[in-house]
C-alpha cells in the first residue's frame, strides 16, 4: 500500500513576498481556487497580523473554498495567534501555523534569547493556538542550521503541547540533500511521541537544492511537503510543486502518493505566472516552455520513433497536448518531415531532400524557424505554395474608455466581407468580428506576445494556437508587426487559414 504525502502549498503567503508579485483579494481567491482544482491538501493563505488586506484574504479565501485546509501563519505571539483564529473563523478546516527561531543565530542573535526560554514559548504558542483550532502547525524556524539533539527537543515538546504537524524549514536553503534528510531521520527515530504528529519539509532555493533536500525529507519519513507553484518566493524561492509531485509520480517504486491531479499543473502554473507577473523560465522542469521541446536532430528521431526514448514523463501528464518539435539548424530529416506533414505535406525522399537542404541554409540564419517559413519552402520547391484562404484587407480598433470595438475587412474567395465586433479588449473584439464571418468554430489555446528588442517602437511577435471544436486539428498561428494589435489579428487569421489548408 502506498504512503500518502500531504501537498501544502504556501504560494499565497511565502510566495507571495516575493517583491513585484502582491496580489489583491480576487486575485488570491482565484489562486485559491485553482490550488483546489490541483488537489493540494493544505492552502497557507497569509499571514493576518501582517496588513488588513491579508486578514481580509484569508477570510475571503475561507468562505471560497471547500476541501482544502485553509492555514494562517503567525509568530509566537498571542496576539499572532488570536488574529489568525479570527480570520479563520469561517473556514471548513482550519490550521494555525505557529513557529519561532531554533537555531543559534535565531536564537541567540535575532531573538536575543536563551535556549530554554525559546523551548518555552514554543509549547506555550502551541497551546494557545489549540485553544482555537484542533489543527495545529509549529515551525522550527531555521531548523536547517539547528542542533539536532536541541531540535528533537522542540519537536517533542510541541508534540506533547498538541502539534499535530511539526515543520522543519531550511528556512535559508542552506542544506544538503544527505544532511536535510538526515536530520529528518534523526527526528523520526529520536522523537519519543513522533508517531502522534507528522514531519514536515519547507526548503528554501538558494543553493538550487530545495527539490532534492525536500525529496530527501520525504525518503527519510516526512510525510507533508511544503510548496510554491513554479517554485516562486523569498529569494531564489521554494521548493517547486510541480518538481516533488512529477518526481514521485516517474518512480513509483518508491510507494509515495499525492493527491494532485497532475494534468492541472500546466495551467495551474500559468495561472500564477501571469496573475503575479511572474514569467516562468523557458527551461523550468516540468513547466517551462522548453521542458517537453527537443532541437537536436537525434532526439528529434528519437522521440518520434518512441516518446520514452528521451522523456520520462508524457507531456499529457501535466496538461500539455504533446511534446514540440523545434525545427533548428540541429534538426534532421524526420523532424522536418515531422512537422511539414503536420502542415499538410506529404512528400517523397527526393521532395524532402530538396526542401531540407533550402532549410539547413535558412535555419544557419535564422533563430527559429516557424510554420509560415516552411510553407514558403515547401511551396517553392513543390510548386505548391500555401497561400492564405483569407487576407486581412483592413482593420479599425477602437478603446481605451469606451467600449472595445473592430472593424475588420476580410477577402475571401476574391470576395470582401465586413463584420464589427466588441471584446474585452481590441484583440478580443477583432477575433470576435473575424469569427462571425468564418463558418467553422474556432477557440484560442494560447496567446503569446513578446518583444524582439526593446523599446516602446519595438516589433512585437504574437503566436497563437487554435483549435476547431470537435475536432482533433491544432495550428499555431504567426505574425510579427510594430502594431502588436495588428499582428495578433494576423496571427489569429494565419492560424484558420491552416485550420482550412488541413481540410483541403
Known sequence: MSDRLFVFDTTLRDGEQVPGCQLNTIEKIEVARALESLGVDVIEAGFPISSPGDFNSVREISKAVTWPTICAL????????????????????????????????????????????????AVEAVKYAKR????????????????????????????????????????????????????????????????RAIL????????????ANTLAGVLAGARQVEVT???????????????VVMTLKCHKGLNIDTNINTQRITEVSRTVSNLMNMPVQPNKAIVGRNAFAHSSGIHQDGVLKNRETYEIMDPKDVGLDDNAIMLTARSGRAALKHRLELLGYAMEQDELDKVYEEFLKLADSKKEIRDEDLLQL??????????????????QVLSGTVIPTAVVVLEIGGNEFTASGTGNGPVDAAVSAIKSL??????????????????????????????????????????????????AVEAFIDGVNKLMNKES
Open 74 to 121: 503567525t509568530r509566537a505571539v498571542e496576539k499572532d495567534i488570536e488574529v489568525a483564529a479570527d480570520a479563520l473563523l469561517l473556514a471548513k478546516k482550519k490550521r494555525i501555523h505557529t513557529g519561532i527561531g531554533v537555531s543559534p543565530y535565531h536564537i541567540e542573535q535575532k531573538l536575543r534569547s536563551t535556549p530554554e526560554k525559546i523551548l518555552a514559548r
Open 132 to 195: 482555537f483550532v484542533e489543527d495545529v502547525e509549529f515551525y522550527a524556524e531555521d531548523a536547517g542550521r539547528a542542533d539536532n539533539e536541541y531540535l528533537a527537543r522542540v519537536v517533542e515538546a510541541v508534540i506533547a503541547a498538541g502539534a499535530t504537524v511539526v515543520n522543519i524549514p531550511d528556512t535559508t536553503g542552506y542544506c544538503l540533500p544527505a544532511y536535510y534528510g538526515e536530520k529528518i531521520k534523526f527526528l523520526m527515530e529520536n522523537v519519543k511521541n513522533i508517531d
Open 200 to 211: 514536515a519539509t519547507h526548503c528554501h532555493n538558494d543553493l538550487g537544492m530545495a527539490t
Open 229 to 243: 507553484i513554479n517554485g516562486i518566493g523569498e529569494r531564489a524561492g521554494n521548493t517547486s510543486l510541480e518538481e
Open 378 to 395: 515547401a511551396g517553392d520547391t513543390t510548386g505548391k505554395a500555401a497561400l492564405g484562404k483569407i487576407k486581412l484587407k483592413r482593420l
Open 438 to 487: 468564418i463558418d467553422r468554430k474556432v477557440v484560442i489555446d494560447e496567446f503569446l506576445i513578446q518583444a524582439m528588442t526593446k523599446g516602446s517602437d519595438d516589433v512585437g511577435r504574437v503566436h497563437i494556437q487554435i483549435h476547431q471544436v470537435n475536432t482533433s486539428n491544432v495550428v499555431h498561428g504567426f505574425s510579427a508587426k510594430t502594431d502588436v494589435v495588428l499582428a
